[in-house]
T-cell receptor, first 114, second 110 residues
Framework: DAGVTQSPTHLIKTRGQQVTLRCSPK?????VSWYQQALGQGPQFIFQ???????QRGNFPDRFSGHQFPNYSSELNVNALLLGDSALYLC?????????????FGPGTRLTVL | GIQVEQSPPDLILQEGANSTLRCNFS?????LQWFHQNPWGQLINLFY???GTKQNGRLSATTVATERYSLLYISSSQTTDSGVYFC????????????FGGGTRVLVKP
C-alpha cells in the first residue's frame, strides 16, 4: 500500500523564480491538501483539491496556485518567490467518503529561497 | 478561527521516564489527530481521536471533547521518541483543513 509521495525532496531557488512541487496521494485517496511549515512552527494550510478543483484555500496570496490531475496527484506552484517562502511544504491525502477526514502526510519538500 | 495551544513547548526526558503532552482547542471539533514529526520532517500519524481514549503500544491518548482538550501520554520513553509532537484539529463546518498547534519538542536522553 503506497503512502503519500512528494518530489523533489529538496529544492534551492532564487528570489523571483517560480517553483513546482509534486504530490501523489496514498493509494485509494481522492483529496490532496497542501501545507507550509516554517522553521519552528506548526504547518499552515495552503489549499485543498478534490475532483480536480480547489475546494478550500487558506490565507495565502495568489502567487500560490495548484492543480489536481485525473489520477488524483497534485502540483503546488509558487510564482515570484520571496525569501519568506523558504519552508517545508507538506502534502496530505484523505478520502472524502471516509467520515473521519483522517489526513496522511508525505515526507515533504524542503524549499530554500536565496 | 479556531485556536490550538500545546503545552509544554519543550520537554527533556531521561530514557524510561513517562510524560504527558496537552492540547487545548477553542471550539468543538470533528477531528483531532496527533502526529510525531521526526528529524527529517516526516509527520507520522499517531492517533485519530476526536473523543475517548486510545492506546498504541507505549503511547496513549485521551480527548475530552466537552472540555476541549486532548492529552498524549508517552510511557517508558525511548530515544526514538524524540522529535516534535503536534496536535491538529478539523471543524467540518469551517472546511476540511487541519489547524495545528505549535507543537511540543521532546528530547529523550539516553
Amino acid at each position: 500500500d503506497a503512502g503519500v509521495t512528494q518530489s523533489p525532496t529538496h529544492l534551492i531557488k532564487t528570489r523571483g523564480q517560480q517553483v513546482t512541487l509534486r504530490c501523489s496521494p496514498k493509494s485509494g485517496h481522492d483529496t490532496v491538501s497542501w501545507y507550509q511549515q516554517a522553521l519552528g512552527q506548526g504547518p499552515q494550510f495552503i489549499f485543498q483539491y478534490y475532483e480536480e478543483e480547489e475546494r478550500q484555500r487558506g490565507n495565502f496570496p495568489d502567487r500560490f496556485s495548484g492543480h489536481q490531475f485525473p489520477n488524483y496527484s497534485s502540483e503546488l506552484n509558487v510564482n515570484a518567490l520571496l525569501l519568506g517562502d523558504s519552508a517545508l511544504y507538506l502534502c496530505a491525502s484523505s478520502l472524502v467518503r471516509e467520515n473521519t477526514d483522517t489526513q496522511y502526510f508525505g515526507p515533504g519538500t524542503r524549499l530554500t529561497v536565496l | 478561527g479556531i485556536q490550538v495551544e500545546q503545552s509544554p513547548p519543550d520537554l527533556i526526558l531521561q530514557e524510561g521516564a513517562n510524560s504527558t503532552l496537552r492540547c487545548n482547542f477553542s471550539d468543538s471539533v470533528n477531528n483531532l489527530q496527533w502526529f510525531h514529526q521526526n528529524p527529517w520532517g516526516q509527520l507520522i500519524n499517531l492517533f485519530y481521536i476526536p473523543s475517548g481514549t486510545k492506546q498504541n503500544g507505549r503511547l496513549s491518548a485521551t480527548t475530552v471533547a466537552t472540555e476541549r482538550y486532548s492529552l498524549l501520554y508517552i510511557s517508558s520513553s525511548q530515544t526514538t521518541d524524540s522529535g516534535v509532537y503536534f496536535c491538529a484539529v478539523l471543524i467540518k463546518a469551517a472546511g476540511n483543513k487541519l489547524t495545528f498547534g505549535g507543537g511540543t519538542r521532546v528530547l529523550v536522553k539516553p
